[in-house]
């Protein structure tokens, strides 16, 4: 094989070799999506088109000889070849005219083709796929598929341990802080209001003696309600805590949520309606679909078990 | 023909100029008007937001951020519905961006907030560990241009129309209008009015002070129009 | 005076060769910046936290593109211009008083304008539009600048002594027309300060197309910008600089009018390929994806001419470092003329936009094609406007392969970065949900960016090696005399 022809070859190689690499270690790679296969056989083509019309040019360098008729004018010494065209391209021209007519008038008619028609059954294929998969997951699998939607979509607020990033939002892996515990006592709060319209009232701060009092209350909520402090479930029912929450902060349905421990309801509340807190404000996640909502959902129960 | 119009310059030029023009004709002007039709629930800008999307323009956020959500499902699962043209009937100039450095930002009032903003345009690698994007802290310090954005307003309900004071209908059936101050004073009043709002939600300490003494941050404005994109 | 050689006039040709490479310089480092800043964004702040306003990516982003192409691109096509025009027309400057004084002030208006782009962009005055980012009063003085260049040529060409116009001359005539309308509709603006009875910044103007159809008309702009200004006025250099360098007679007549009117005819329609997937209606899309198949071939035919012009001829690219530069120029003007057009298929599109592969794309063509091109055609004019023989052949071999070498880093890297990051936003998990949350997509890219910025910093080191090789030229060269100077360059070892 003659030296240049090897010379394109490795380049060619070297180039898709690597971006295959590239690509391939991706999850996913080129995922039997045909709009992957496309553009990686774009490239493909790109590369050997251009290295063998180059070797086919140099070899003319190399060996060919100019000829012509030279035309009478001259500019500054330039001169020009009566040649015919270079019937391969001139073919070429001919052929993507022709092809380039036919296209946009009636080989694939112009208007037979919508963007927005094809999304449509994209999406419907990739939901058919999906929610035929989606009932035989549960369990592990479930809050592993939470996990994967979690590091998509919140842990550029959360944090990629979901702590929160040094108080930027809520450290997830606790049901629960004190600043935000003492904050909703004092302010109230009203945010998930899809699943507990009522809200939360304010000033319940009030109902205890002193700050001592208070502060012992909240130790216990955000000690997860434990069994054993008998004074602190004393002092929650002193708060009228227990009438929405329920005795032992389990929540109860339209009163209040789950201050126990985070289980997919109380997170999926938070998605739905989006939270501001005293931590910030989190924002509501409508475009997540229901199992993947329980997902993540399921997930965040999972950490703080 | 050609060997002729080589002889004749004036000849050759205007038959450039002729095989040139014609092409933009039947491209552009066909869809004009129909593309300027805003879609349901589109507002145009208040004095804020658009002192905010000068600031956005100022420091070029179009170079790495795109705003047009193409209609693919991994691009709406990203970042919500693809784009309709008369969602965009109020933006001059479009922000469409060429290079997706960063995140699209057509929806991004939908799942970011203002506090989180605070945190990230000051140091984004403090968020979101890894980033690329750089730190705009001067945006913290500068005071925002309310003047030019009212000018922008009053041009543009002057010259095109565009629809300030006037009931426009929503998504969920209700209807709403976007003031448009009759003077510069009341202009700068409405943004302050505005610019409360969003430091209502931010943690600064500096950002509040300086609301409360009456100045605009460029960051209040930029984050009350990322707010806004929905 | 008929038989006598004519004494050319290259005075305005040697002040727009000054700004072309000064401002290559000047524009090529901003691109080096922009990409350490890319690969490591600690560089944002290389001035310190106090100037990093003025020294982020997001500002400097503009001035490169804007350097490079109003700066480094433009000077280079007024110098060639006022070189190759009197020697296709055989006229000389110096025949007319009105044009010298014309061309000058060309110049003069031209830095000012040039000053006046540095600082407002510096200062984050910006329409945003891309490549057309100048408020109204810089908008106004370009198209003085413009108007100048255009009644300089057409008074060259009034006064010429060649009856048919030359190749090249066709070029530099449709750059001037395409840019003058497309420049002129795109920045249709109203000037707030004057709509709104006097509020507000002075120099603020508003588009006077919204939304889509704004996008449509940037786009129109912008992809015939790049045709206007990175296309049509380089082929008119190759057109005469390969000939006149080589001694080789153009190949085919045919093939160049072909080239030229198809051209002239397909690039207008192909800038829908801009807006695939986006708002504008589907028809106008597939359009711009068909034209832009069909332009594969204007474009090649001036490529192959050329390469054709050279055949037989291979021991002068072998020997001369300025036929390798415009050799490896048309080749790599192929390379982009085919990866643009595989870009715009509608499927390829959908993953290269908005991804590096973009980049890399536009690259390959200005610093493979364009900027080659450029200084191969400087190279070839300084002995002839300095009368000094070239200071270093072997100089400039070093930078040829130096340049290559980084321009093969840039668009592979960028090539490999854009399809790894276009597949990862597409990418589900098992669960169907997505596979990565956009940080991971830009993580993954820091290699391609390092060796990206790696293969600018190559490039750039040519610059430097072209710039003092050109000093050196002008000032320290050995004189020649007219008899050397009729093909190919005299050059020092
Ligand atoms: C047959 C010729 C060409 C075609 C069909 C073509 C096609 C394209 C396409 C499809 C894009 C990408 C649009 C996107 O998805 O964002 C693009 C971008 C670009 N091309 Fe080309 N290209 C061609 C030749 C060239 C040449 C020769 C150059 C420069 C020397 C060039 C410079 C650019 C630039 C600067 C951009 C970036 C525009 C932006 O800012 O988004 N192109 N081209
Ligand atoms: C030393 C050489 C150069 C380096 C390192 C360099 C680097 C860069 C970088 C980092 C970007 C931004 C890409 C992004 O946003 O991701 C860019 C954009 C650009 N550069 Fe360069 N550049 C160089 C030379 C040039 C030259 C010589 C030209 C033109 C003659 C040029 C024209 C452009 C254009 C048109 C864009 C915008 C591309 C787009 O929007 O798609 N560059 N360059
Ligand atoms: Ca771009
Ligand atoms: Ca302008
Ligand atoms: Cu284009």
Redesign the interface.
């Given at each position: 094989m003659n030296k240049l022809t090897l010379a394109g070859i490795i380049t060619a190689v070297v180039m898709l070799g690597a971006t295959w690499l590239s690509v391939g270690g991706s999850k996913g790679g080129l995922n039997g999506d045909i709009v992957n296969m496309l553009a990686v056989a774009g490239a493909v083509a790109l590369v050997i088109i251009t290295v063998f019309v180059v070797i086919k040019y140099v070899r003319q360098m190399q060996d060919d000889t100019a000829s012509g008729k030279l035309a009478d004018e001259n500019w500054d010494g330039i001169g020009e070849y009566k040649n015919e065209l270079p019937a391969g391209w001139a073919f070429m021209l001919l052929g993507t005219m022709i092809w380039a007519m036919w296209y946009m008038l009636s080989g694939y008619p112009v208007n037979a083709y919508s963007q927005i028609g094809e999304y449509n059954e994209d999406s419907a294929a990739h939901a058919a796929k999906f929610e035929a998969k989606y009932a035989s997951i549960e369990g592990d699998e479930l809050v592993e598929m939470g996990e994967s939607v979690f590091l998509a979509e919140c842990k550029v607020c959360h944090g990629l341990s979901a702590d929160g990033i040094d108080g930027k939002a809520a450290d997830l892996n606790h049901r629960i802080s004190k600043e935000s515990v003492m904050h909703v006592i004092m302010n109230g709060a009203n945010n998930m209001k899809t699943d507990f319209p009522g809200g939360m009232p304010m000033g319940l701060n009030y109902s205890f003696a002193d700050e001592a009092e208070l502060n012992k209350l909240v130790d216990y909520v955000v000690a997860g309600l434990p069994a054993d402090d008998k004074e602190g479930a004393q002092l929650f029912e002193k708060g009228t805590c227990n009438s929405c929450h329920g005795a032992n902060g389990e929540g109860m349905a339209y009163a209040g949520p789950k201050i126990n421990s985070f289980d997919v309801a109380t997170v999926s509340s938070v998605l739905k309606d989006g939270k501001k807190g005293a931590i910030g404000t989190m924002p509501a996640f409508s475009r997540l679909n229901a199992k993947q909502i329980e997902a993540v959902s399921a997930y965040i129960a999972s950490l703080s078990k | 023909m050609f060997h002729w119009l080589e002889k004749h310059p004036f000849f050759f030029a205007v038959g450039v100029f002729v095989t040139i023009a014609f092409a933009g004709l039947i491209e552009i002007v066909p869809n004009f008007a129909q593309a300027s039709q805003p879609v349901i629930g589109t507002k145009p800008y208040t004095t804020l937001e658009l002192a905010g999307r000068h600031v956005y323009i100022k420091n070029s956020c179009n170079a790495c951020h795109s705003q047009l959500v193409r209609p693919f499902k991994a691009e709406t699962d990203r970042y919500g519905d693809y784009s309709l043209s008369g969602e965009y009937a109020f933006d001059r100039p479009f922000l469409w961006g060429s290079k997706r450095t960063g995140p699209d930002l057509l929806r991004v009032g939908n799942y970011r907030t203002t506090d989180w903003h605070e945190n990230h345009m000051k140091d984004p690698a403090s968020v979101v560990p890894g980033s690329i994007m750089p730190a705009y802290t001067w945006l913290y310090t500068n005071e925002a241009d309310i003047d030019t954005a009212y000018a922008e307003q009053v041009t543009v309900k002057n010259v095109f129309s565009v629809p300030y004071n006037t009931p426009l209908p929503m998504k969920d059936g209700s209807k709403e209008t976007v003031a448009l101050a009759d003077t510069l004073e009341g202009a700068q009043a409405s943004a302050l009015e505005e610019a409360k709002l969003v430091v209502a939600d931010m943690k600064s300490k500096d950002i509040q002070d300086a609301v409360a003494a009456g100045k605009i941050p460029e960051i209040v404005a930029l984050i009350a129009y990322m707010n806004s994109l929905k | 005076m008929e038989n006598r050689p004519l004494e050319y006039d290259y005075t305005v040709a040697k002040m727009f060769m000054l700004t072309t490479v000064l401002l290559g310089i000047v524009g090529m480092l901003v691109g080096v910046i922009l990409a350490w800043?890319?690969a490591f964004?600690a560089v944002?702040?290389f001035l310190g936290?106090g100037a990093?306003?003025y020294t982020?990516?997001?500002?400097l982003?503009?001035l490169h593109t804007d350097a490079v192409i109003f700066g480094f691109t433009l000077s280079g096509v007024f110098s060639t211009w006022y070189y190759v025009g009197q020697?296709?027309l055989?006229v000389s400057m110096a025949e007319s008083k009105f044009l010298m004084i014309l061309g000058k002030t060309h110049f003069w208006l031209y830095l000012v304008g040039v000053v006046a782009v540095v600082v407002s962009l510096l200062m984050?005055?910006?329409?945003?539009?891309?490549y057309a980012e100048f408020e109204w009063p810089i908008d106004i003085a370009i198209v003085i600048v413009w108007v100048l260049w255009g009644v300089s040529i057409?008074g060259l060409?009034g006064m010429r002594r060649?009856?048919?116009?030359?190749i090249s001359v066709?070029y530099y005539?449709?750059t001037f027309?395409?840019i003058a309308?497309l420049y002129v509709?795109n920045n249709m603006e109203?000037p707030?300060?004057f709509?709104?009875?006097g509020?507000?910044?002075w120099w603020?103007s508003?588009?006077?197309?919204?939304?889509?159809?704004?996008?449509?008309?940037?786009w129109?702009y912008g992809h015939?910008a790049v045709a206007f200004g990175f296309t049509v006025p380089i082929v008119a250099m190759i057109y005469?600089f390969l000939?006149?360098e080589s001694g080789?007679?153009?190949?085919?007549?045919?093939?160049?009018?072909?080239s030229f009117?198809?051209l002239?005819?397909v690039?207008?329609?192909a800038?829908?390929h801009?807006l695939l997937?986006?708002?504008?209606?589907?028809?106008?899309?597939?359009?711009g994806s068909?034209?832009s198949?069909?332009l594969?071939?204007?474009s090649?035919?001036s490529a192959?001419n050329m390469?054709?012009?050279?055949?037989?001829?291979?021991q002068q690219?072998a020997s001369s470092p300025l036929i390798k530069f415009m050799?490896l120029a048309s080749?790599f003007y192929?390379?982009s003329t085919?990866?643009g057009p595989?870009?715009a298929?509608k499927?390829?599109n959908?993953?290269?936009?908005?991804?590096d592969w973009?980049?890399g794309h536009v690259h390959d063509g200005v610093l493979g094609w364009v900027a080659f091109m450029i200084m191969a055609s400087l190279f070839h004019m300084a002995p002839r406007v300095f009368k000094r023989e070239i200071y270093s052949k072997s100089l400039m071999n070093t930078q040829f392969w130096i340049q290559t070498l980084g321009v093969v880093l840039y668009f592979?890297s960028m090539?490999?970065?854009g399809?790894?990051q276009?597949?990862?936003?597409?990418?589900?998990?098992e669960?169907?949900?997505?596979?990565?949350?956009?940080?991971d997509t830009?993580?993954?890219l820091h290699p391609y960016?390092t060796i990206r910025a790696v293969g600018g910093t190559l490039y750039l080191i040519g610059m430097f090696l072209f710039a003092w090789n050109m000093y050196k030229t002008m000032t320290a060269g050995r004189r020649v005399e007219e008899n050397e100077l009729?093909?190919a360059s005299p050059m020092a070892a």
């Amino acid at each position: 094989m003659n030296k240049l022809t090897l010379a394109g070859i490795i380049t060619a190689v070297v180039m898709l070799g690597a971006t295959w690499l590239s690509v391939g270690g991706s999850k996913g790679g080129l995922n039997g999506d045909i709009v992957n296969m496309l553009a990686v056989a774009g490239a493909v083509a790109l590369v050997i088109i251009t290295v063998f019309v180059v070797i086919k040019y140099v070899r003319q360098m190399q060996d060919d000889t100019a000829s012509g008729k030279l035309a009478d004018e001259n500019w500054d010494g330039i001169g020009e070849y009566k040649n015919e065209l270079p019937a391969g391209w001139a073919f070429m021209l001919l052929g993507t005219m022709i092809w380039a007519m036919w296209y946009m008038l009636s080989g694939y008619p112009v208007n037979a083709y919508s963007q927005i028609g094809e999304y449509n059954e994209d999406s419907a294929a990739h939901a058919a796929k999906f929610e035929a998969k989606y009932a035989s997951i549960e369990g592990d699998e479930l809050v592993e598929m939470g996990e994967s939607v979690f590091l998509a979509e919140c842990k550029v607020c959360h944090g990629l341990s979901a702590d929160g990033i040094d108080g930027k939002a809520a450290d997830l892996n606790h049901r629960i802080s004190k600043e935000s515990v003492m904050h909703v006592i004092m302010n109230g709060a009203n945010n998930m209001k899809t699943d507990f319209p009522g809200g939360m009232p304010m000033g319940l701060n009030y109902s205890f003696a002193d700050e001592a009092e208070l502060n012992k209350l909240v130790d216990y909520v955000v000690a997860g309600l434990p069994a054993d402090d008998k004074e602190g479930a004393q002092l929650f029912e002193k708060g009228t805590c227990n009438s929405c929450h329920g005795a032992n902060g389990e929540g109860m349905a339209y009163a209040g949520p789950k201050i126990n421990s985070f289980d997919v309801a109380t997170v999926s509340s938070v998605l739905k309606d989006g939270k501001k807190g005293a931590i910030g404000t989190m924002p509501a996640f409508s475009r997540l679909n229901a199992k993947q909502i329980e997902a993540v959902s399921a997930y965040i129960a999972s950490l703080s078990k | 023909m050609f060997h002729w119009l080589e002889k004749h310059p004036f000849f050759f030029a205007v038959g450039v100029f002729v095989t040139i023009a014609f092409a933009g004709l039947i491209e552009i002007v066909p869809n004009f008007a129909q593309a300027s039709q805003p879609v349901i629930g589109t507002k145009p800008y208040t004095t804020l937001e658009l002192a905010g999307r000068h600031v956005y323009i100022k420091n070029s956020c179009n170079a790495c951020h795109s705003q047009l959500v193409r209609p693919f499902k991994a691009e709406t699962d990203r970042y919500g519905d693809y784009s309709l043209s008369g969602e965009y009937a109020f933006d001059r100039p479009f922000l469409w961006g060429s290079k997706r450095t960063g995140p699209d930002l057509l929806r991004v009032g939908n799942y970011r907030t203002t506090d989180w903003h605070e945190n990230h345009m000051k140091d984004p690698a403090s968020v979101v560990p890894g980033s690329i994007m750089p730190a705009y802290t001067w945006l913290y310090t500068n005071e925002a241009d309310i003047d030019t954005a009212y000018a922008e307003q009053v041009t543009v309900k002057n010259v095109f129309s565009v629809p300030y004071n006037t009931p426009l209908p929503m998504k969920d059936g209700s209807k709403e209008t976007v003031a448009l101050a009759d003077t510069l004073e009341g202009a700068q009043a409405s943004a302050l009015e505005e610019a409360k709002l969003v430091v209502a939600d931010m943690k600064s300490k500096d950002i509040q002070d300086a609301v409360a003494a009456g100045k605009i941050p460029e960051i209040v404005a930029l984050i009350a129009y990322m707010n806004s994109l929905k | 005076m008929e038989n006598r050689p004519l004494e050319y006039d290259y005075t305005v040709a040697k002040m727009f060769m000054l700004t072309t490479v000064l401002l290559g310089i000047v524009g090529m480092l901003v691109g080096v910046i922009l990409a350490w800043e890319l690969a490591f964004p600690a560089v944002n702040t290389f001035l310190g936290q106090g100037a990093a306003e003025y020294t982020n990516f997001s500002r400097l982003r503009p001035l490169h593109t804007d350097a490079v192409i109003f700066g480094f691109t433009l000077s280079g096509v007024f110098s060639t211009w006022y070189y190759v025009g009197q020697r296709v027309l055989k006229v000389s400057m110096a025949e007319s008083k009105f044009l010298m004084i014309l061309g000058k002030t060309h110049f003069w208006l031209y830095l000012v304008g040039v000053v006046a782009v540095v600082v407002s962009l510096l200062m984050g005055v910006t329409t945003s539009k891309e490549y057309a980012e100048f408020e109204w009063p810089i908008d106004i003085a370009i198209v003085i600048v413009w108007v100048l260049w255009g009644v300089s040529i057409f008074g060259l060409i009034g006064m010429r002594r060649e009856k048919s116009l030359y190749i090249s001359v066709w070029y530099y005539i449709a750059t001037f027309l395409g840019i003058a309308m497309l420049y002129v509709f795109n920045n249709m603006e109203i000037p707030t300060y004057f709509a709104s009875g006097g509020i507000g910044a002075w120099w603020h103007s508003v588009s006077a197309y919204a939304g889509t159809n704004d996008a449509l008309v940037q786009w129109w702009y912008g992809h015939n910008a790049v045709a206007f200004g990175f296309t049509v006025p380089i082929v008119a250099m190759i057109y005469y600089f390969l000939p006149k360098e080589s001694g080789q007679a153009v190949f085919s007549y045919k093939l160049s009018l072909l080239s030229f009117w198809g051209l002239m005819f397909v690039y207008l329609w192909a800038g829908g390929h801009h807006l695939l997937f986006s708002t504008v209606p589907d028809w106008m899309q597939t359009m711009g994806s068909v034209f832009s198949i069909v332009l594969i071939l204007p474009s090649w035919g001036s490529a192959i001419n050329m390469l054709l012009t050279m055949k037989g001829e291979w021991q002068q690219v072998a020997s001369s470092p300025l036929i390798k530069f415009m050799v490896l120029a048309s080749t790599f003007y192929m390379f982009s003329t085919l990866e643009g057009p595989i870009q715009a298929i509608k499927s390829v599109n959908a993953i290269a936009h908005f991804t590096d592969w973009i980049v890399g794309h536009v690259h390959d063509g200005v610093l493979g094609w364009v900027a080659f091109m450029i200084m191969a055609s400087l190279f070839h004019m300084a002995p002839r406007v300095f009368k000094r023989e070239i200071y270093s052949k072997s100089l400039m071999n070093t930078q040829f392969w130096i340049q290559t070498l980084g321009v093969v880093l840039y668009f592979t890297s960028m090539w490999i970065a854009g399809i790894t990051q276009g597949m990862m936003w597409r990418a589900h998990d098992e669960f169907g949900n997505l596979a990565y949350s956009f940080i991971d997509t830009v993580t993954v890219l820091h290699p391609y960016y390092t060796i990206r910025a790696v293969g600018g910093t190559l490039y750039l080191i040519g610059m430097f090696l072209f710039a003092w090789n050109m000093y050196k030229t002008m000032t320290a060269g050995r004189r020649v005399e007219e008899n050397e100077l009729q093909n190919a360059s005299p050059m020092a070892a």
